[in-house]
């Protein structure tokens, strides 16, 4: 597992826990209340930044953040745990995906390892942020699909 730093924090973790926040919350229909999204997300860094400095066997990590993000959100909503969970895994898998998706090439093309380039903190940021990038348009088409049915559904009435 990469060591977070605080440098990966605030340029990745934060950033990719606003996207996740966003993602979850456009899921469950919720208004996009930006402060909340921020405070959560930064709630959730902070979280996995300490996770991660934990001598935890390999694995427990993302079923932490999962829960963790699931706990956060319910903290500021009041909806059902389950409600929360579903979307927050779905997430997490969207993530998981499109880092598989993206970081495989890249290290292909580069001609590293994983080793290799989580040892060079820039290199490693950016390339969390294609994943950031898609979780937000995932985010952005989910929030617009539901505010054009809920117009929709206004106009049929």
Same mark, same amino acid.
């Given at each position: 597992? !990469? %060591?977070? &730093?605080?440098?990966?924090? =605030?340029?990745?973790?934060?950033p990719e826990a606003?996207?996740? !926040?966003?993602?979850? =919350?456009?899921?469950?229909? +919720?208004? +996009?209340?930006? *402060? *909340?999204? @921020?405070l959560i997300a930064v709630l959730q860094g902070f979280t996995i930044y300490l996770v991660r400095?934990? #001598?935890? /066997?390999?694995? @427990?990590? #993302?079923?932490? !953040?999962i829960l963790s993000i699931t706990i956060y959100i319910l903290l500021f909503s009041k909806n059902s745990f389950i409600r929360i969970l579903i979307p927050?895994?779905?997430?997490?898998?969207?993530?998981?995906?499109? %880092? /598989?998706? !993206? /970081?495989l090439p890249i290290l292909s093309i580069l001609g590293i390892s994983v080793e290799e380039a989580s040892k060079n903190n820039l290199l490693w940021i950016l390339m969390g942020w294609?994943?950031?990038?898609?979780?937000?348009?995932?985010? =952005? =088409?989910? &929030?617009r699909s539901n505010r054009e049915r809920k117009e929709s559904y206004a106009i049929r009435r």
């Open positions: 597992m !990469v %060591e977070l &730093n605080l440098l990966n924090l =605030f340029l990745q973790g934060i606003i996207a996740m !926040v966003a993602v979850i =919350f456009a899921i469950n229909n +919720f208004q +996009f209340d930006w *402060k *909340k999204i @921020i400095k934990l #001598p935890l /066997t390999y694995g @427990i990590h #993302p079923p932490i !953040v927050s895994c779905l997430t997490f898998l969207a993530l998981a995906g499109m %880092e /598989t998706i !993206v /970081t294609p994943q950031i990038i898609g979780l937000s348009i995932i985010a =952005f =088409f989910i &929030n």
